[in-house]
């Protein structure tokens, strides 16, 4: 029995959850609550999935009720058990957990049943006509279509030609079973939508060759739902057109109270990317990326790897939130969201990107100290580690200046004191260059007595750098990454997508000098690195070796609009 969830965190109710809690209290269905989240197998799950999933799991959650998880596997030709397994997989990562898994061909006989009783009821042809044909009869929004010569074919041939359709007589393509509905419907979906299609090619991931025959979206979905009990089927805008059908469907052979009931809500869209299973497999396929878990990419997969937490995407899908009208949603707020969650729960560390060495002249040759240093002054719970300091750091290039005006603040010969995260506070005397003009070494002077966290330690400087030292950090490489398109809605332009590719998605740097603490950074650990923004640990990580993705930088440019 559902029960509303007293202790719900208090935040405005959606408008679903408004429909569901009605429903609860009229006592529609028995006041019983099950959802489903029904992906196509075809593709990996993107962020757009995620907020059907958060509704559908969360709804079931809220109110005390089940969700299930079904895949919608009725089209061969595309579908995959690699899928299915990455599907589970990121609903589970996401947080989610199904009461059972089912899937469209578990209900291949009912449905082939019910197209028979819907044959026999004078409700359904088989027509033999082509795609073409069939699609040239179909009428505008302002013009009635034409009926099929196959219209009012005898019950017995319809019947007879749909056996065979699924013994495998006939080639794909050269008939399909059509609902006889109204051919002069205002809605073209009624216009005699088509029930069953044949496919011989390709044999099911689960069904194998047993079926010449498959289900349509539409015949499979409605009748899948009412089958497993489902009391809200919610999915996206673009079905609410189907949602009539949906409701015919059911009429035909339900009979008693209970009903599951369709609700559409808006689409996710995200600015310079592509929401489409078809198109990111396009992709995929070409190479345009590395492959569908590319951290460049929106599939779940691809967040993760890219360093995003499964907190930070729930917290954006909360934020956007529910409605009828579709959006596109700028990418910093979803950055902004792995900002606020990385924040608190990662140590930060200096990372070199670009390193220069640096000789502390009057530091005295083979002397070694160990620096305490918090991992992250909002979390003391995150500890403290220690940092190998020397005579020689390495530090930012871009943190040294030979000839710098006085706006600069960092160093240069002569210049400005400089603190050392956490170390001393030095100044640059002179720099060395190699043939190219190109510095190699910086040369500064250090005051012994400035150290952080002594008494000398409190005089302040303007500006503070980053640095590693160079006998225990290790090499790194680096991937810095930028939005996968140029334009805002890919989708929305003309003309080949290929173009439309930011050349610049992916910047690699090798060489970078990290702290020695990230030595044993596992793939998926997560740190900030100073000044540089959060960092993910890639799993082309080899010991010793580590690759970092960056997940995000520091800047917020969402707060600045
Ligand atoms: P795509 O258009 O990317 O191929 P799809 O809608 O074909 O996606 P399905 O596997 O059919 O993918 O989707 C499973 C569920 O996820 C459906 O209920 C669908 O409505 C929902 N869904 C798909 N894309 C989005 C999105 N961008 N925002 C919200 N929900 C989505
Ligand atoms: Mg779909």
């Known amino acids: 029995m559902a029960v509303t969830a007293e202790d719900a965190p208090k ?23 099950q959802t489903r989240f029904p992906p196509e197998p075809n593709g990996y799950l993107h962020i757009g999935h995620a907020k059907a999933v958060c509704l559908d799991f969360g709804i079931a959650e809220r109110y005390g009720g089940v969700c299930n998880l079904r895949f919608e596997d009725t089209n061969p030709v595309k579908e995959d058990v690699e899928y299915v397994d990455s599907i589970m997989e990121d609903i589970r990562w996401l947080g989610f957990h199904w009461n059972n898994v089912y899937y469209a061909s578990d209900y291949f006989h009912k449905l082939y049943d019910l197209a028979v009783q ?77 029930m069953y299609r044949i496919i011989t090619t390709h044999p099911h991931h689960r069904t194998g060759t047993e079926w010449k025959v498959y289900p349509m979206y539409d015949f499979a979905h409605g009748q899948s739902d009412y089958f497993e009990g489902v009391t809200h089927s919610l999915c996206t805008l673009e079905f609410e057109v189907h949602r009539p059908l949906y409701d015919y469907y059911l009429d035909q052979f339900v009979k008693g109270d209970y009903r599951p009931k369709q609700r559409e809500f808006n689409r996710l869209n995200i600015t310079y990317t592509v929401m489409s299973k078809r198109k990111m497999l396009q992709l995929v396929q070409e190479g345009l990326v590395a492959g569908w878990d590319d951290p460049r990419m929106p599939t779940i997969c691809g967040l993760r790897r890219r360093g995003y937490t499964p907190e930070a995407i729930r917290a954006f899908i909360d934020k956007i939130g529910y409605t009828k009208y579709e959006a596109l949603n700028d990418v910093a707020l979803l950055e902004s969201a792995v900002r606020d969650d990385l924040k608190p729960r990662t140590p930060r560390v200096c990372a070199i990107l670009d390193p220069v060495r640096l000789v502390i002249t009057n530091y005295p040759e083979g002397q070694r100290e160990t620096l305490l240093t918090e991992n992250n002054p909002d979390n003391p719970g995150l500890g403290t580690r220690e940092m190998a300091f020397s005579r020689e750091l390495y530090i930012e290039r871009g943190d040294f200046m030979e000839q710098a005006d006085k706006d600069f603040y960092r160093l240069s010969p002569g210049g400005r004191e400089v603190r050392l995260k956490s170390a001393y506070i030095i100044r640059a005397t002179a720099c060395e260059k190699d043939a190219e003009g190109r510095v190699t070494t910086v040369f500064a002077e250090y005051d012994p007595e400035s150290k952080s966290g002594s008494e000398g330690g409190n005089r302040k400087v303007k500006s503070t750098i980053n640095w590693v030292d160079v006998e225990s950090s290790i090499e790194a490489e680096v991937r810095l990454y930028d939005r996968l398109f140029l334009c805002e809605n890919p989708l929305a332009e003309s003309g080949g997508f290929r173009d439309l590719l930011n050349p ?27 000044k540089s923004g959060y960092f993910c640990v890639d799993p082309d990580s080899t010991p010793g070796s580590p690759v970092f993705n960056r997940t995000v930088s520091l800047k917020d440019s969402w707060a600045k609009k």
Do not use: W
């Open 504 to 530: 610049g998605s992916l910047t690699v740097l090798n060489g970078c000098r990290v702290e020695a603490y990230l030595a044993d950074a596992k793939p998926g650990d997560k740190f900030q690195f100073l």
């Open 118 to 194: 819907f044959i026999k009821e004078g409700k359904a042809y088989v027509d033999e006509q082509s795609a073409e044909e069939i699609a040239r009869q179909k009428g505008t929004p302002t013009e009635p279509g034409q009926n099929s010569p196959y219209r009012d074919r005898p019950v017995s041939e319809s019947l007879d030609l749909f056996e065979r359709m699924n013994r495998g007589e006939f080639p794909d393509g050269s008939m399909v079973l059509r609902a006889k509905i109204d051919m002069a419907h205002s809605n073209m979906h009624f216009r005699d939508p088509i």
């Open 11 to 33: 935040r405005s109710l959606n408008f679903i959850e408004q429909i569901v809690e009605n429903d609860i209290r009229e006592g529609v269905n028995g006041g019983r609550i």
